[in-house]
C-alpha cells in the first residue's frame, strides 16, 4: 500500500483521533506527506476533521468505487485481490481482455464509474450513468475445459441475487438466461466472454452491472428497469454491494471447479 491507503487504513481502524506526529513516525514518512495524503484523500471525497493538538479523525467515506473502498473488509481469496478502479473505459469487459492479455492474474477486478461503450447480451448498448450504477468485470482463468464452463453466467446470476437481498433485503431472482430481477424489472444484467481453444480455457471475463442508486430511468425504461435505492427506498454503498457479489462468487466459483455447482443452482 501506498502512504495514502495506509493512513486511511489507519483511520479507519481508529475511532479517535491519530496525530500527525504518530502517522508520520507509523509510516516512516514525514509529517508534509501525511498532510499530503490528508489533502488528496480530502479532495476525493473523505470527510476528515482535524484537531489542534489531537490530529485527523474519519468522520465519512464517499459512495466511490476504488480498491480502497471496495477492498476495504472484503473477505475473499482470489476475487478482488487486484482491483483496477478507472474514471472511464469504453466497457470493464475490453479493459479486462486488454489486462488478460498482458497477464492480469485470476480474480482481477476491473471497475469504471462510467462507460462510453457498454455492452449487453447480442451486442445491445448498455446505459451506464455515472456514480449511481456497479459496473465491473471479473477476469477468471479456470482450470476447466471450454465444455464445463455453460454454467459460470448462471453461478454470477446466483452471487447476485445473495447480494441484494443480503445488502438490501430486497427478493432479486434470476431471469434466464443473464438477467436479475426485482418483480418483473431488471436490476443487473450479466455478459460472459471468453477466450478458448479446444482443449482449455485461457480466460473467461464476466461482466456485471446493477443498477444501484439511480433515483429513474428515462422513457420506455422505466417500464423495464429499476433500481436497488427505487425498490428499498434508500441508497447503498455501492462498494458493499460489489464485496457481497464478490464474497457470494468465490465459493461458488470453487465449487463449479470441483464439479459440485449443481447443488448450489438447485438451492436457489
Do not use: H
Not at 35 to 53: F, P, V
Not at 154 to 168: K, Y
Not at 208 to 234: C, V, W
Amino acid at each position: 500500500m501506498n502512504t495514502k491507503e495506509e493512513i486511511l487504513l489507519r483511520l479507519r481502524q481508529n475511532e479517535g483521533y491519530l496525530s500527525g506526529e504518530q502517522l508520520s513516525e507509523a509510516l516512516g514518512v514525514s509529517r508534509a506527506a501525511v498532510w499530503k495524503a490528508i489533502t488528496s484523500l480530502r479532495d476525493a471525497g473523505y470527510e476528515i476533521d482535524s484537531a489542534t493538538n489531537r490530529g485527523y479523525r474519519l468522520v465519512s467515506s464517499p459512495d466511490v468505487l476504488t480498491p480502497e473502498e471496495v477492498g476495504y473488509g472484503l473477505q475473499t481469496k482470489t476475487l478482488g485481490a487486484k482491483i483496477f478502479a478507472f474514471a472511464e473505459v469504453d466497457s470493464t469487459n475490453e479493459e479486462a481482455k486488454r489486462q488478460a492479455q498482458c497477464g492480469a492474474p485470476d480474480g482481477s477486478v476491473f471497475i469504471a464509474e462510467r462507460q462510453t461503450g457498454g455492452k449487453g447480451r447480442l451486442g445491445r448498448a448498455w446505459k451506464s450513468p455515472e456514480g449511481t450504477g456497479i459496473w465491473f468485470s471479473i477476469l477468471l482463468r479456470p482450470s476447466l475445459l471450454p465444455t464445463e464452463i455453460s454454467n459460470i453466467t448462471l453461478l454470477a446470476g446466483i452471487a447476485v441475487c445473495r447480494a441484494v437481498r443480503s445488502v438490501t433485503g430486497c427478493e432479486a431472482c434470476i431471469k434466464w438466461p443473464n438477467d436479475v430481477v426485482i418483480g418483473s424489472r431488471k436490476i443487473c444484467g450479466i455478459l460472459t466472454e471468453l477466450a478458448a481453444e479446444i482443449d482449455r480455457v485461457e480466460y473467461i471475463v464476466l461482466g456485471i452491472g446493477i443498477n444501484a442508486n439511480m433515483e429513474a430511468f428515462p422513457g420506455e425504461l422505466a417500464e423495464k428497469a429499476t433500481s436497488l435505492r427505487m425498490e428499498a427506498g434508500k441508497s447503498f454503498s455501492r462498494a458493499a454491494v460489489l464485496r457481497a457479489v464478490l464474497e457470494e462468487l468465490e465459493p461458488l466459483l470453487k465449487k463449479a471447479q470441483m464439479g459440485n455447482a449443481l447443488s448450489y443452482v438447485l438451492d436457489e
